[in-house]
């Protein structure tokens, strides 16, 4: 834990206690990471899963628990200055990061039928536009020449079509090509940068008949769990994930082979 003191992680969309952002939080903690965490409990809030607002505070106590250093901040973004007021506070908190997990993410549905210029804007604001600025601020003001993490949650867009979310899938999808060349880009300044496809994962957005109905597409005949996606971004953040770069893993499973005899 003690070699981690130093290397600050960013978790951005850490809202609640049950999703993957929590859960990277967690594990990065556990490794003796000092965390900053974003939250944004307006969006959570109009959501079918819902947000507790006390949740944020209770994360960072539980945190805090665990000996590291810990700060969080309430952060729309979509605002067009929130990248660099999210890496100056973080600076001003806990000093220069050395790991960035974009994991916040928009996602509502829609279809070629009733898709709005509108709500695709919202879709790309934080999806793509917010990940890729993040990523481009984080990494000018890396200055340690190695160690450096930046990794991406996306969904598997190119694994298979996702009907009825086209403003989701288009957006997200656009990560994995960002991902590719930005790791292209920062490899120099000691970067890495993957992307993590953590599969059907319960967070809390999944009702008893989607559970059950998934379950049996996976081999193991259970769906994920945010601690599985967490778990793998640990080992990407970690020393001994220096030599993966460029990549999006399909962390998913076996998803979708569970059927297959």
């Known amino acids: 834990m003690e070699k981690n003191k130093d290397r600050i992680a960013i978790v951005t969309g850490a809202s609640r206690l049950k999703g993957i952002g929590a859960a990277i939080c967690r594990e990065l903690a556990d490794a003796g990471h000092p965390i900053f965490f974003t939250y944004y409990t307006g969006y959570d ?3 079918p899963w819902g947000s507790k607002n006390e949740e944020p505070m209770l994360l960072k106590q539980e945190l805090e628990k ?3 250093q810990v700060g969080f901040i309430e952060l729309d973004l979509t605002t067009l200055d929130a990248s660099g007021h999210l890496l100056k506070q973080v600076n001003q908190e806990l000093g220069m990061p050395s790991i960035l997990i974009n994991n916040a993410c928009y ?4 279809n070629y039928m009733n898709i709005t210029a509108e709500e695709l804007d ?5 999806n793509i536009r917010t990940t890729t600025m993040l990523s481009s601020y984080f990494a000018r003001q890396f200055q ?4 450096g993490r930046i990794i991406n949650l996306t969904s598997g867009q190119f694994q298979r079509p996702m009907p009825g979310e086209l403003s989701y899938a288009t957006t997200k999808g656009a990560i994995e090509a960002m991902t590719y060349t930005l790791a292209a880009e920062v490899g120099e300044r000691g970067i890495t940068v993957n992307a993590v496809n953590p599969g059907p994962t319960d967070t809390g957005w999944m009702t008893g008949g989607i559970k059950e109905g998934l379950a049996g597409m996976f081999p193991s005949g259970r769906v994920g769990e945010p601690l599985d996606a967490a778990r793998l971004i640990k080992f990407l953040a970690s020393e001994e994930g220096e030599w993966i770069t460029g990549q999006t893993i399909h962390s998913e499973g076996g998803f979708a082979f569970g059927g297959v005899k």
């Not at 996602?107 to 829609?110: L, Y």
């Not at 919202?122 to 934080?126: D, G, Q």
Request: hydrophobic share 30%; aromatic share 6%; net charge positive.
């Open 122 to 126: 919202r879709h790309y604001l934080v």
């Open 45 to 47: 809030a109009a959501m």
């Open 107 to 110: 996602s509502t549905s829609d």
């Open 66 to 68: 665990k000996g590291v």
């Open 144 to 147: 340690t020449g190695k160690g």
